[in-house]
């Protein structure tokens, strides 16, 4: 049988006010709901669990709302789902992803197309996309190795794909406004990397989804009152 793969999808909330400084530019969350959903429903679920969040968490429509995405092309459908529900929304493609696919390319750029190349991330920490993009090409341009020109090339598209959600990312650093999701990349990596990705398991996408359900409850610090909910479940089928 062949490898199964199947679209896992996580979101977490929290208030700005429950970022804990631990250091320059470093935070931890001292709140936050993480949600989770592997179902194939057109992102039914996810879209409503992500909602719920929001709510619990204390989004009215006179909330002011900041989202961060990774950039996939399905992320962006979920955040719109908040939208009619609060007063702004901000969607933000995240900086820690940005810089990520950056550093990935890196070694595939000559050393003589390095500095146009931190141009172009330069650009986008400074919310211009048009520009950025014009570097890329350049360096494309230049290259000879068609793995490097490929690998470029994904690059710019991924920022031509979000340039709607490119923003100051320099400004908000210096008023103190949130431009990275590298906080809620922990739950990530506690929900999902750590025991899903495991190449030793596998796993239906059935399964996956009521594992997510127990580890978002935990990493929420919520099993408790999720419990009692099954629980109260349970009885009422019995009864």
């Known amino acids: 049988m062949g490898k199964q793969s199947f679209e896992e999808l996580i979101s977490t909330v929290y208030k700005p006010e429950d970022r804990e400084s631990i250091g320059k530019d470093h935070w931890r969350l001292t709140n936050k709901l993480s949600v989770g959903s592997a179902k194939k429903d057109h992102q039914k679920t996810i879209k409503q669990q992500t909602l719920n969040a929001c709510k619990k968490m204390g989004m009215t429509q006179?909330?002011?709302?900041?989202?961060?995405?990774?950039?996939?092309?399905?992320?962006?459908?979920?955040?719109?789902?908040?939208?009619?529900?609060?007063?702004?929304?901000?969607?933000?493609?995240?900086?820690?992803?940005?810089?990520?696919?950056?550093?990935?390319?890196?070694?595939?750029?000559?050393?003589?197309?390095?500095?146009?190349?931190?141009?172009?991330?330069?650009?986008?920490?400074?919310?211009?996309?048009?520009?950025?993009?014009?570097?890329?090409?350049?360096?494309?341009?230049?290259?000879?190795?068609?793995?490097?020109?490929?690998?470029?090339?994904?690059?710019?598209?991924?920022v031509n794909n979000n340039r709607d959600y490119i923003v100051k990312y320099h400004f908000r650093r210096l008023n103190h406004q949130v431009y990275t999701s590298q906080l809620a990349e922990t739950s990530v990596n506690s929900l999902i990397n750590a025991r899903q990705k495991n190449k030793k398991m596998q796993w239906t996408r059935e399964g996956a989804h009521h594992v997510l359900q127990i580890r978002t409850s935990l990493y929420s610090n919520n099993w408790l009152n999720d419990w009692q909910v099954v629980k109260q479940g349970l009885y009422t089928e019995a009864a």
Request: charged content about 25%; aromatic content about 10%; some cysteine.
């Open 62 to 158: 006179q909330t002011d709302m900041t989202a961060l995405c990774d950039g996939a092309s399905n992320c962006w459908s979920v955040i719109e789902t908040i939208r009619p529900h609060c007063k702004t929304l901000t969607s933000i493609l995240d900086w820690f992803h940005i810089g990520k696919k950056f550093k990935e390319r890196e070694g595939n750029i000559p050393q003589a197309y390095r500095d146009l190349y931190d141009r172009a991330k330069w650009h986008l920490w400074h919310g211009r996309p048009k520009t950025s993009m014009i570097r890329l090409q350049q360096v494309q341009s230049a290259l000879t190795d068609p793995v490097a020109k490929d690998k470029v090339q994904a690059l710019l598209n991924y």
